[in-house]
């Protein structure tokens, strides 16, 4: 599973990740561009913090472009009644063979998906207690793009948006197997425009990237 990526980029950047790699615009608000947008981006990422997603504008048309927003790394659904602490489960990562049919993901996989954006992600290894950090990125420079899902529910009245990033097996020959056995969703074109389009089968998607698409750095001493 995934429980820390880094962002450590700036909105500028994303958006010309976003438009080299996917080929899609980073829509904003009018009058504003990626260089005078105040929307900050937060760098570490943590289950409960929040980060930054990518999101349709339209969902019906998402080669429309993308919108970033700030929002909860644990998806809470749109069902949750009082306060976000008051939603226990740990729902940062949603099993990709089950997302469709479970409760608490069901309707984001259905309606609203996302991609979130990252530098590295971080996977350990080694006995608890004295356990490695792995800082995986892409092997091309480029930004990770990770499939994701968001949600929205009121908390006290207001809307509370949220994320969760879904999870597929890691076996052996995939780039992250040696570190876990469960993997972020990683977007390129093409998988992107599949991931987005609602209507889409996702088989492909929910696959490892090609071999050699990530890279390793060399590991964070082990910590007690």
């Known amino acids: 599973m995934c429980n ?10 994303i958006a010309d990740a976003i438009a080299r790699q ?44 993308l919108e970033p ?5 644990n998806l809470t659904p749109f069902f949750h009644k009082g306060p976000l602490k008051a939603w226990k489960a740990s729902t940062n990562n949603a099993r990709s063979e089950t997302m469709a049919t479970s409760p608490a993901f069901r309707e984001a996989y259905k309606r609203r998906r996302c991609i979130v954006p990252a ?20 092997a091309d420079g480029g930004l990770l793009l990770f499939a994701g899902l968001w949600d929205r529910c009121l908390i006290d009245g207001a809307p509370v948006e ?12 995939d780039d992250v197997a040696p570190f876990h056995n469960r993997q972020p969703a ?7 425009g599949v991931w987005l389009d609602l209507g889409a089968d996702q088989t492909e998607v ?13 590991p964070t001493p082990a910590k007690g």
């Open 4 to 13: 820390a990526y880094t962002l450590k980029t700036n909105l500028a950047d």
């Open 22 to 65: 996917l080929g899609l615009e980073l829509v904003l608000a009018p009058g504003v561009t990626a260089q005078t947008s105040n929307l900050a981006v937060p760098q570490s990422l943590y289950p409960r913090r929040d980060g930054l997603i990518l999101r349709p504008v339209d969902a019906a048309t998402p080669g429309a472009g």
């Open 69 to 73: 927003a700030i929002a909860h790394w």
């Open 119 to 138: 530098t590295s992600f971080t996977e350990w290894t080694g006995p608890k207690g004295a356990m490695t950090a792995h800082a995986i990125s892409r």
């Open 162 to 173: 949220s994320y969760t990033l879904p999870m597929i097996p890691a076996v052996d020959g």
């Open 186 to 192: 990683v977007l390129d074109a093409t998988r992107a």
């Open 206 to 218: 929910l696959r490892a990237a090609p071999h050699g698409t990530l890279m390793v750095d060399p």
